[in-house]
């Protein structure tokens, strides 16, 4: 009688840990979880950078083309040849 229970095989399908059935609902729990946080972490990034790539400010203190200066001198000061590379 395929009960599944311990020792048993678990052939009987009923969410043992041996028919598969269990550990695909974890990682289907797990997967819906790191999705949501992966789109907050997301939302919160973009929040934070938007007036980067706005067309309006490019070309100001807030824009994407200061922000790439600033970056571009950060990486000359901290390493050189790689920034002579880029």
Not at 9 to 15: K, M
Not at 21 to 43: G, V
Not at 61 to 76: H, P, Q, S, V, W
Request: with cysteine; aromatic share 8%.
């Amino acid at each position: 009688e395929g009960g599944g229970g311990e020792g048993e095989g678990g052939e009987g399908g009923d969410g043992s840990l041996e028919d598969g059935s269990y550990s695909a609902q974890l990682i289907h729990a797990a997967w819906e979880a790191i999705e949501a946080d992966a789109f907050f972490c997301f939302t919160a990034l973009m929040s934070e950078v938007r007036d980067h790539f706005c067309s309006n400010l490019d070309h100001t203190a807030l824009g994407i083309t200061a922000r790439i200066e600033r970056f571009a001198g950060l990486l000359a000061a901290k390493d050189p040849p790689l920034a002579a590379a880029l």
